[in-house]
């Protein structure tokens, strides 16, 4: 049977498609949610690489070689974050998820020399790897870096109402089954007029998938968690949120009472 114009051009196009779709995300770090790994590219090339610190651009290229370098946060991210930061003239700040530090350089970098960061992180190896970086970067003082589940440090400081209000920025980027607890907690800590930033949101697009879609098993294990804390952030009368589709998807919180 004679093929027409019409199935060869479909067959090109789906041709085209399957090839986008092996395309993307082959960047280390890269996240992001764009139907086109070029206009992502064009992000990255046009506003973000200009514009990273040397000293963030030598990190992320250390993290590339690590095994789980998809753990690391993504570069326009971390653009944004150093930003947003700066915008709310954050001092006293908390992350929560540390890797190799690439999101936390980001926001060493952007508070005064006067600031502080409370990190906190399972794993010290991956934290030390990106250590040498920070340290020449000279904002290693900024840092108090604590190994170790996070919630039993929460739980420390929420029983002590002093530090109740007390935080600008809080950046959680940590095991998704326990970002409702951390939210729990959170919440008391951060100061009114504060931001939360809760990163992986949109958590590769599955969220929005069927339950029965394809989907890598830690993808999987993870979607009903990052589910049940967008509609809690939602349902929240203690902040105003805005969902962003950047990186993996980030919402930002911001606590009114």
């Not at 986008?20 to 973000?48: A, F, P």
């Not at 040498?132 to 589940?149: C, L, Q, S, T, Y």
Request: aromatic share 8%; with cysteine.
């Amino acid at each position: 049977m004679a093929t027409t114009a019409t199935e060869t051009k479909k067959t090109s196009t789906n041709g085209e498609e399957q090839q986008s779709q092996n395309l993307r995300h082959q960047e280390v770090g890269h996240k992001s949610l764009l139907q086109s790994d070029e206009l992502y590219q064009y992000i990255l090339e046009t506003s973000v690489y200009p514009r990273e610190p040397e000293s963030m651009k030598e990190l992320r290229e250390v993290t590339a070689k690590h095994p789980w370098n998809i753990m690391t946060t993504s570069a326009d991210e971390g653009q944004f974050l150093n930003m947003l930061i700066k915008l709310v003239n954050a001092k006293n700040t908390m992350e929560i998820g540390v890797y190799t530090g690439y999101s936390l350089l980001a926001t060493a970098l952007a508070l005064p020399e006067d600031g502080k960061i409370l990190a906190m992180d399972v794993n010290r190896e991956n934290y030390e790897l990106g250590l040498p970086i920070i340290e020449k970067a000279g904002v290693a003082h900024k840092i108090d870096f604590r190994e170790g589940p996070a919630l039993p440090v929460l739980d420390e400081l929420v029983a002590d109402e002093k530090n109740h209000g007390t935080y600008d920025f809080i950046f959680v980027d940590a095991d998704k089954d326990n970002y409702i607890n951390y939210h729990k907690r959170l919440i008391d800590l951060v100061k009114i007029g504060g931001v939360i930033g809760y990163d992986n949101t949109l958590w590769n697009g599955s969220v929005v998938a069927p339950p029965d879609a394809p989907m890598r098993k830690y993808v999987r294990y993870y979607r009903d968690f990052v589910i049940e804390l967008n509609k809690a952030l939602a349902a929240d009368p203690r902040i105003e949120i805005c969902m962003l589709p950047v990186g993996d998807g980030i919402t930002i919180c911001r606590r009114i009472n």
